[in-house]
């Protein structure tokens, strides 16, 4: 338990705050170290790369060469302004999503979440070599 959490439960204690007041600094600060985790992650100055290198055709040229180079800031600033979207839009949005056949609930997108999500896409492989070209995905 941080050290602020602790100074708001002893206020409580105390007797110096009530149970609504604690609730509301508890969410405050958990509101603060959740963007603090954000803003301070480990993840910026990386990128997603997505790598298509063909094969030789015949006659030996590489056509259809793909390089993307996609910066966590950037997939980071994306979950943020998706948390910004109305409970109304959501619900629409999930509706559609699940037509579609993708199983999806913006109202569990909250900023721990998105942590979790940047922490595992620093794992993320993806390596297909089929006959005609090799295709990779990794961060870095």
């Known amino acids: 338990m941080n050290e602020e959490r602790m100074k708001i439960l002893t206020m ?15 969410s405050a600060a958990q509101e603060k170290e959740s963007e603090m985790n954000l803003s301070g992650s480990n993840s910026s100055g990386k990128f997603i790369y997505v790598n ?6 015949p006659g ?9 180079k996609v910066p966590f800031a950037l997939i980071k600033a994306g979950f943020n302004i998706a948390g910004l979207i109305p409970k109304e839009a959501q619900n629409e949005i999930n509706n559609e999503l699940k037509q579609q056949g993708m199983n999806f609930d ?9 942590q979790d999500i940047m922490d595992s896409l620093e794992q993320l492989t993806v390596d297909v ?6 295709i990779r995905v990794f961060c870095r």
């Not at 298509?52 to 055709?57: G, I, L, Q, R, S």
């Not at 070599?129 to 090799?134: G, P, T």
């Open 12 to 26: 409580l204690a105390e007797g110096k705050i009530n149970a609504e007041e604690a609730e509301q600094l508890l």
């Open 52 to 57: 298509v290198e063909p094969k030789n055709t």
């Open 60 to 68: 030996g040229a590489k056509i259809g060469r793909v390089q993307v």
């Open 106 to 114: 913006f109202s569990n997108f909250n900023p721990e979440n998105i």
């Open 129 to 134: 070599d089929n006959e005609d070209s090799v």
